[in-house]
């Protein structure tokens, strides 16, 4: 089931309330333990309390899985290793080859290897995300212009990171990531589909560039020329490409196990198909395409001895580091416990306990391992986390048909209201025993009330693979190096166009530009469920609030040196959305607006009851009758301007379908 979308989403029943009384129950959801103390370590010693028991099973139920892990594993796998790609060709171009792909990919490797043995969540991704990479820039810069030595100042920054990381550990303040909303959250994620989008044009702009590595036949004008068509059109086929595999799973074409193939790994089958498609011009001169920057494992420079060159450093530029290493303390605060958040998340219905504090100790640790290797450090990866906890769920329908997946079953404590109707079990077996009980009842068992349809294989063996898999790719630099960079400016582009879909606030903007005139087409589809209960002006008030900080976010990755600022901003959205806005906004409209869950509703029909209201509070009182113009656009067939497509009523059809199996019945009877 790896990548299912269908548990992304919350549907809600029209009519509905939260509570008993009335009053709507939903809210930031309490973490247990949120109510603790600022007793040191109470939060790690809570976690290895709760964790601990479960180590054994987290293997034993993956190894169960037997070769069905390796699903999970590679999907993610693919997942993790192209952005792990695409940040270290952007890192080696921001940092003059001072860090690169072997860097950021080794970081990703050991980091994940680590979480997967010793950590407490082993579903959470590890990996190099793009506002790390934007901070190493920034860092580059300030150390170029003040001629300072970039690799040790990144390493003494890494200290002073895992220092602060720990002490927050030890204090317990992941008790507060609850506060962390929907609001803040999607800022920060449109923030860094802009990013994408702006990195690729950029990237792809630079293909028409001199390359000073590349030979002297291929900086003329007109081989330049070529090259940065060329990049164009390798960029843009990948991302129409991949974008239209990621949709497979709702092709009504070929079989299901094809389309499901397509959709998990159409992305990597793809960079893989442009990349060969990259070198079909014959009679190019060295250098052209551009090829990623990977070097050779063991000739990445002085990185890995860069503990060596820590004396180089003068006494300010070691207090100076602090500050970046404060940005990074605050980045991965939030970043990190969001992507545990979400990896675990209540929809998914997970039964063993999280370990947020433990985790984040553990991070800081890894921090300032990374330090002493002068790689950069790793944090918790989105969207990779939820998409490894979706790509571990199993179908109970599927489950109870075969033995070993009813054997899972049953290992999670999910096969309770299920009847086995697989093949005959082996004698002994537990699924046997389940057999043998159900057959005693009088009536067929039924699932609990809160049961899903699916259950998570929550295990390590999976995270540990995609690792491995990681690890093995830094002995592959030969075929790396092949690479196009123009195909990995198409991946940015990819990864910035599908982040927008599942953002509220991306269409929330959508709507404000939606013409008022067609609105009542946005409730005849599934819809969000706060068009319903809060009036248009409030939620344009809320968007605009929302577009005002992201432009100021933005403007400050623009404003030099001081841009590496610019997580401090989207960490002090939590507080600003916690004690600001309620001065400004109803509760209950904030909770619809700011909602942990992404709720959908049915579409609506306009005899249904409530449907006028809604309407009116959309701003749109009645709905205007079409022009002639648009009655044509309606009645013309699209792709086919010239032809008309006649409406045909129920009635006709069915008539004419009599009439046909009538002259066949009368002809077969000749």
């Excluded at 990548?3 to 029943?13: I, K, L, N, V």
């Excluded at 169960?64 to 171009?93: C, E, H, K």
């Excluded at 890494?158 to 927050?168: D, E, I, K």
């Excluded at 009758?625 to 699209?638: C, F, K, Y």
């Amino acid at each position: 089931m790896a990548g299912d979308g269908e548990y992304e989403t919350h549907a809600r029943e029209r009519g509905g309330n939260g509570g008993n009384d009335g009053t709507d129950a939903r809210g930031p959801p309490e973490l247990p333990g949120h109510q603790m103390g600022w007793k040191p370590f109470e939060g790690i010693k809570m976690d290895v309390r709760n964790r601990w028991p479960y180590y054994k099973s987290d293997w034993k139920q993956g190894f169960r899985a037997s070769w069905r892990i390796l699903a999970p594993a590679t999907y993610v796998f693919f997942a993790n290793v192209m952005p792990s790609l695409a940040f270290g060709q952007q890192l080696s171009d921001g940092t003059d080859g001072e860090l690169n792909g072997v860097n950021v990919l080794t970081a990703s490797a050991m980091a994940g290897l680590l979480q997967s043995v010793v950590g407490g969540q082993p579903l959470l991704i590890i990996g190099v995300a793009e506002p790390l990479v934007l901070v190493y820039k920034f860092m580059y810069t300030f150390c170029k212009d003040n001629n300072v030595d970039y690799q040790p100042f990144a390493t003494v920054t890494l200290f002073w990171a895992g220092g602060m990381m720990a002490v927050l550990a030890i204090l317990n303040t992941c008790k507060y990531i609850h506060r962390f909303s929907r609001f803040s959250g999607e800022i920060f994620g449109l923030l860094i589909a802009i990013l994408f989008a702006q990195q690729a044009i950029g990237g792809l702009v630079d293909e028409f560039k001199k390359d000073e590595d590349s030979s002297l036949e291929a900086q003329e004008y007109s081989w330049r020329l070529f090259n940065g068509v060329w990049s164009v059109v390798l960029a843009i086929g990948l991302l129409l490409t991949s974008l239209l595999f990621v949709q497979a799973r709702g092709w009504p074409f070929y079989k299901g196990f094809i389309r499901k193939f397509l959709a998990d790994y159409g992305m990597a089958v793809m960079v893989l198909a442009w990349s060969l498609i990259a070198y079909i011009p014959t009679g190019r001169p060295s250098g052209i395409p551009r090829a990623l920057d990977f070097p050779n494992l063991f000739d990445t420079g002085e990185t890995w001895t860069v503990v060596t060159r820590l004396g180089n450093l003068e006494a300010w530029q070691i207090f100076a580091a602090m500050i970046p290493g404060f940005i990074i303390t605050v980045l991965y605060f939030f970043d990190h416990n969001v992507s545990s958040q979400l990896g675990q998340q209540k929809d998914f219905g997970l039964k063993k306990p999280h370990a947020y504090h433990y985790d984040f100790l553990l991070l800081s640790f890894y921090t300032w391992f990374s330090g002493l290797l002068g790689i950069l450090p790793a944090n918790g990866s989105l969207p990779q986390s939820p998409m490894h906890t979706r790509a571990c769920a199993v179908l109970k329908k599927d489950a109870v048909k075969n033995e070993a997946l009813m054997e899972e079953m049953i290992e999670h404590g999910e096969h309770r209201g299920h009847t086995y109707r697989g093949k005959m079990p082996k004698r002994g077996s537990r699924v046997a025993l389940v057999v043998m009980d159900q057959e005693k009842m009088e009536s067929p068992p039924s699932p609990p009330q809160d049961d899903k349809p699916f259950f998570i294989r929550e295990q390590r063996l999976s995270g540990l693979l995609q690792s491995l898999l990681m690890s093995a790719c830094l002995f592959l630099y030969p075929v790396l190096q092949k690479i196009p960079r123009s195909v990995l400016w198409g991946y940015f582009l990819f990864m910035a166009v599908e982040s927008l879909p599942g953002n509220q606030f991306w269409e929330r903007t959508l709507l404000i530009i939606t013409d008022p005139k067609k609105r009542h087409n946005v409730l005849k589809k599934p819809h969000m469920a706060f068009l319903e209960t809060v009036p248009m002006k409030i939620i344009m008030r809320f968007t605009l609030l929302q577009l005002v900080a992201l432009g100021i976010c933005y403007g400050i990755t623009w404003a030099g040196v001081v841009g590496i600022m610019f997580p401090v901003f989207i960490m002090a959205l939590v507080p600003v959305r916690e004690y600001i806005l309620p001065r400004f906004f109803e509760l209950r409209d904030l909770q619809e607006l700011d909602a942990l869950e992404y709720e959908v509703v049915e579409g609506m029909d306009e005899g249904d009851a409530g449907y006028d209201d809604v309407l009116s509070a959309m701003g749109e009182d009645e709905v205007e009758p079409e022009s002639v113009q648009e009655i044509l656009d309606e009645e013309i067939r699209p792709g086919f301007r010239t032809q008309f497509a006649h409406s045909l009523q129920r009635a006709d059809i069915r008539q004419r379908r009599a009439s046909f199996e009538q002259e066949r019945r009368n002809s077969a009877s000749l």
